[in-house]
T-cell receptor, first 113, second 113 residues
Framework: QQQVKQSPQSLIVQKGGISIINCAYE??????FPWYQQFPGKGPALLIA?????SEKKEGRFTISFNKSAKQFSLHIMDSQPGDSATYFC????????????FGTGTRLKVLA | KAGVTQTPRYLIKTRGQQVTLSCSPI?????VSWYQQTPGQGLQFLFE???????NKGNFPGRFSGRQFSNSRSEMNVSTLELGDSALYLC????????????FGPGTRLTVT
């Protein structure tokens, strides 16, 4: 129940295309859902995050779509660029007090020039 | 504001040895979490320290331990190293007083031979 399932494991997209990464969870106690971007040799960096009281959040080319009833959320990267090539992790976080991040297994994105 | 720093960045140890990794959180942050990252298992939560106390713990054997000092700096120790302990060890800091974003350090790459 504490798992977060992330798909696909890897993704190849043409420059200018849309990259879509999906995550699903079971535990309805999660109430914060961040996405992280990690480049080789670096630590993960927070990209965008959403709380379950909204269905969508957009920051530049990055959008999170959240479906509370289906317990799913996804990251959309519009106009994908070669510089977006990285590994992306979704996470689900329990409320403060039982502070705990559960990460998805990651998606390796490659954007072709 | 300086980011999360981790030392050393790279480490090579032999099976059976022990190792200590260090993490300095962002100034003012009181919570430090440790993660093990491997290609097969993704990001696995080790433990979290807040105000010198372990607040949460993942499912790792007792060979993995940590501590936090009064200045919020944290150390992680792994005793009796095994080949399977080879991984990138990441620490992340937050203020610890709410559901804040986690900021990750660059990690320590541990290789056990």
């Amino acid at each position: 129940q504490q798992q977060v399932k992330q798909s696909p494991q890897s993704l190849i997209v043409q420059k200018g295309g849309i990259s879509i990464i999906n995550c699903a969870y079971e535990n309805t106690a999660f109430d914060y859902f961040p996405w992280y971007q990690q480049f080789p040799g670096k630590g993960p960096a927070l990209l965008i995050a959403i709380r379950p009281d909204v269905s969508e959040k957009k920051e530049g080319r990055f959008t999170i779509s959240f479906n509370k009833s289906a317990k799913q959320f996804s990251l959309h990267i519009m106009d994908s660029q070669p510089g977006d090539s990285a590994t992306y992790f979704c996470a689900a976080v329990l409320p403060s007090g039982t502070y705990k991040y559960i990460f998805g297994t990651g998606t390796r994105l490659k954007v072709l020039a | 504001k300086a980011g999360v720093t981790q030392t050393p960045r790279y480490l090579i140890k032999t099976r059976g040895q022990q190792v200590t990794l260090s993490c300095s959180p962002i100034s003012g942050h009181r919570s430090v979490s440790w993660y093990q990252q491997t290609p097969g298992q993704g990001l696995q939560f080790l433990f979290e320290y807040f105000s010198e106390t372990q607040r949460n713990k993942g499912n790792f054997p007792g060979r993995f331990s940590g501590r936090q000092f009064s200045n919020s700096r944290s150390e992680m120790n792994v005793s009796t190293l095994e080949l399977g302990d080879s991984a990138l060890y990441l620490c992340a800091s937050t203020s610890g007083t709410g559901q804040d974003e986690q900021y990750f350090g660059p990690g320590t790459r541990l290789t056990v031979t």
